[in-house]
Every structure is written in structure tokens, then in C-alpha cells.
């Protein structure tokens, strides 16, 4: 148990006369100093003095009550230039965990961060997330409890980070979610956010997939030390993920990036790049290629029962069939157009491209590059990178984890928790958490915890 605030400005108060005195007022500099540890910006008591601009006094000071929330570690010697080798300072990651997740239309990831964002576990299985809200929150709560079994050394979890389909409304100032965000027709009457803070008594946060894959991109795929970026994925819905001097930009209310609903045209017929160019666009004409027999291959699968959806028109494609390649191309085309505008406006230093299909076929990703290239003006293009993502499943766990690690230790959040230890104290937080264990939930809504399928008892 972390020392409470009282404690710790008595203890501070008895290290000696000429010491500053801890107390609320210490909140700013605290925040300052454990954020400049955290980025490895000062890695040394020197270092600290520096960046921060305070005294040496109020720098050990506040050092020795980071040491004594266990916040902070001085316990690692960095290499001696010439005297004294220092003492490294170091953020002390493992003091809590992150519990993220990222729900698709047809699984669930789940894995445990550290406060750093740092992906330690992780695990993937099938789900529907038609079905209903209280059968899903309940196996979400139950990989959970499984994903906590399994660390080495038992260590509370500090916060709750989800990504999910659809746009996630802005709060503003970023922190934790108070109620669930209408993103997803089964969970509309379904207090998801109010279920987790009861079971796990942390805050939650949630953003879209986009968001969250795009801030997996960022910070440990191909854009990782990118200043600019544009992340797109494509499926039934296009969306895109814009990054702007290493932030990610939501836009006004979080719905930056919908370049799904934006307008093309395609022989002669007008209609979002969702229509036009999505995976329902790759099935449907797939389909009619096979029902009139323009593409052999697709006819052959409908002939033998079949069923003609994206995945197999994008098989076809990659072994030729003419018909199906086309139809990636045109897709490919028509999301390049669209691509290269945003490339045009923002001059990103890379485009990063995922999605099923992107990662799986040549000529959706061919038609995206001919068309960004062809389109925009020469020095946007003169090195801009235009890639697959490597990171697949995993972008959008370690997207969540970047979410709750940032939120956790945003300076408006971090000062009203810091002298407390633990966010869990955050007086805001503590208020809706009893709020939420004063309602009244669904007595169904959480299935007793069970483990995912092939786990070792």
C-alpha cells in the first residue's frame, strides 16, 4: 500500500530544515519531473535539474517521494564519464498494469500492458459481437481475470483501455469514460464502462480502431519516431488515422479521419468510398463475376456451393483470374484517390495501409500506390513511404495500451492522483466509482470467469 499524501509530508517535512516541505502545492513540479522521466528526456539527477529548471534541494525531494510511491527507481549506475558514475533515474513501468482490448466485428483481442504501454501478454479468439451485450461483457471480463493469472508477480491493474468499431465521441479532455459511447447497436443499453469500473475498480477508456492501430503504428510499428503519418485500414468501413508533429489528431469531436463517407465516383455512379471501394463493394461485384462468368475461378467456387465473399475474390486475384483482379484494382484506385487528397493537404512522412485485405493481396495494394503516386504533387511524394502494416492483430492492443498510458499521466489527470499514489484515488474517479457501485447493474451482466479455449488449467 502506497503511503497516504499526510504521511508522506510529515516524512518529508523530518528529512531536514533546509528541504522544502511536500505538500499539495508540490502536485506541479511532481507531474513535471515524473513526465520527464517517463519520456527518458532526463535520465539523471542532473539531467532533472536541467530540464525541470528547479533547484537541486525540491529535485532530490521530489525524487524521494516518487521513490516512495513507487513511481521511480534510482537503483541502476549509468557510465561513469571521467568521475562518478550517476545514478539512472528510471520510470518504474511495472507499478501497475494496463488491461486493454479490441473488439472486431468477429473477435476479441485481449492483452496486459505495463504503464509504459508495453504489450506483455496477449490473446485472440473468435466472437460475435452481435450477441448479446451481457454475454460479451462477461467472457471480456473473464479473459481479463485470465490475463491477470497469468503475470509472474501479482500487480493491480490501473486502468481499462478498449478499442472498438465505429467513432468514439471526444471527451475533450481525455479522461476516463463515465458512460459507454453509442458505438455499437447491442451495447446501446448496456452500462459496459459501469461494469468494468465495478469488477475492477479502475477507469476505462475507449477509442475506435482506428485510433487505437493507428497509435500502435506510431509508437512501436513502421512510424515508430515519425513526426507525420496517415494510417489507413480497409475493410467494410474506411477509415483513416492522421498523426500531425507525433500526435495523434481526433479532430473536434473524435471523428477525424471518416474518409468512408467522403464522395467518388466510379462509371458515371457517385456514391462514399465506403460503397464504392469497401469490402461489400469486393463481394458484391465478385459475386456478379461469377454468377455471369466473367471470372472462372469464382464461378467454379459458386458451382460447388460456395460462398463468393472478399477473401475469396482477393485469392482469386493473386492467382490471376482477371476479373477479380480488377476489381481490387478499382478498389485500390479508387482509395488511393481519396488517399491522395489527405496526402496533398498533410505531407506525411509515410502512409500506412492495413486491413485483411491490404495485407493479403498485390492489387488493392498496387492500385492505392499508382493512384496516390500519380495524384499528388511531386514533392509530397519525392519520399513519402507508402507500406503494408507488420504489426497485424497486435496494432490495435498496443494502440489501447498508448491510450491508457497516456491518459494515466496527462498532467490535468496525474496531478489530482499523484500524492495519492495510484489513480484509483482520483477524486473524480473515486466519485463515480461509487456511483457505479450504488447502481443497480444487470445481475446477469458478468459470467463467472472461465479460460479461453486450449489454456492450461
Not at 145 to 156: D, F, G, H, I, V
Not at 390 to 414: I, Y
Request: charged share 20%.
Amino acid at each position: 500500500m502506497p503511503p497516504s499524501s499526510a504521511v508522506l509530508a510529515e516524512s518529508t517535512r523530518a528529512r531536514g530544515k533546509g528541504r522544502p516541505r511536500t505538500s499539495e502545492t508540490a502536485a506541479p513540479s511532481l507531474v513535471d519531473i515524473l513526465n520527464l522521466i517517463r519520456s527518458e528526456r532526463a535520465t539523471t539527477r542532473q539531467a532533472l535539474e536541467r530540464e525541470s529548471e528547479l533547484g537541486r534541494a525540491v529535485v532530490a525531494d521530489r525524487l524521494q517521494l516518487l521513490s516512495d510511491l513507487g513511481l521511480v527507481d534510482e537503483s541502476e549506475l549509468g557510465h561513469a564519464s571521467g568521475g562518478r558514475a550517476p545514478r539512472l533515474v528510471r520510470f518504474s513501468a511495472r507499478r501497475g498494469l494496463v488491461l486493454v482490448a479490441t473488439l472486431d466485428q468477429t473477435a476479441i483481442g485481449v492483452g496486459v500492458s505495463d504503464l509504459s504501454g508495453n504489450l506483455m501478454t496477449e490473446h485472440h479468439e473468435a466472437a460475435d459481437l452481435t450477441a448479446p451485450a451481457a454475454q460479451l461483457a462477461g467472457r471480456l471480463s473473464a479473459l481479463f481475470n485470465w490475463c491477470l493469472e497469468r503475470q509472474s508477480t501479482p500487480t493491480a491493474p490501473w486502468g481499462i483501455s478498449l478499442s472498438v468499431p465505429g467513432t468514439v465521441p471526444s471527451t475533450g479532455d481525455g479522461t476516463f469514460m463515465t458512460a459507454t459511447p453509442p458505438v455499437l447497436p447491442a451495447w446501446e443499453d448496456f452500462p459496459l464502462v459501469e461494469t468494468l469500473t465495478r469488477q475492477f475498480g479502475v477507469p476505462v477508456w475507449i477509442r475506435s480502431s482506428v485510433e487505437t492501430m493507428t497509435m500502435g503504428e506510431l509508437h512501436a510499428g513502421a512510424g515508430n519516431g515519425l513526426r507525420s503519418m496517415l494510417f489507413v485500414k480497409v475493410g467494410r468501413r474506411i477509415g483513416a488515422g492522421i498523426v500531425c508533429e507525433g500526435q495523434l489528431y481526433r479532430g473536434a469531436q473524435g471523428a477525424a479521419g471518416l474518409i468512408g463517407a467522403l464522395p467518388v465516383v466510379s462509371d458515371g455512379v457517385t456514391g462514399t468510398l465506403d460503397m464504392m471501394a469497401g469490402s461489400d463493394m469486393i463481394q458484391r461485384e465478385g459475386r456478379a463475376s461469377a454468377e455471369d462468368g466473367r471470372s472462372p475461378v469464382l464461378a467454379d467456387l459458386l458451382r460447388r456451393g460456395a460462398e463468393i465473399t472478399p477473401i475469396e475474390v482477393s485469392q482469386a486475384a493473386q492467382i490471376g483470374d482477371p476479373a477479380a483482379s480488377a476489381i481490387l484494382s478499382k478498389s485500390g484506385h479508387l482509395i488511393g484517390q481519396v488517399v491522395a487528397t489527405l496526402a496533398n493537404a498533410l505531407n506525411p512522412e509515410m502512409i500506412v495501409l492495413s486491413g485483411t485485405l491490404v495485407q493479403t493481396n498485390d492489387n488493392l495494394l498496387a492500385g492505392i500506390r499508382e493512384a496516390v503516386y500519380g495524384a499528388s504533387h511531386p514533392l509530397v511524394t519525392r519520399d513519402l513511404r507508402i507500406i503494408r502494416s507488420q504489426m497485424g492483430s497486435s496494432a490495435g492492443l498496443v494502440g489501447a495500451s498508448r491510450v491508457a498510458s497516456e491518459a494515466l499521466f496527462a498532467p490535468a489527470f496525474l496531478k489530482d492522483w499523484i500524492l495519492q499514489g495510484k489513480p484509483t484515488l482520483h477524486p473524480e474517479f473515486a466519485a463515480f466509482r461509487a456511483r457505479a457501485d450504488e447502481a443497480d447493474g444487470p445481475p446477469s451482466a458478468v459470467a463467472p470467469p472461465s479460460r479461453p479455449e486450449g489454456a492450461a488449467p
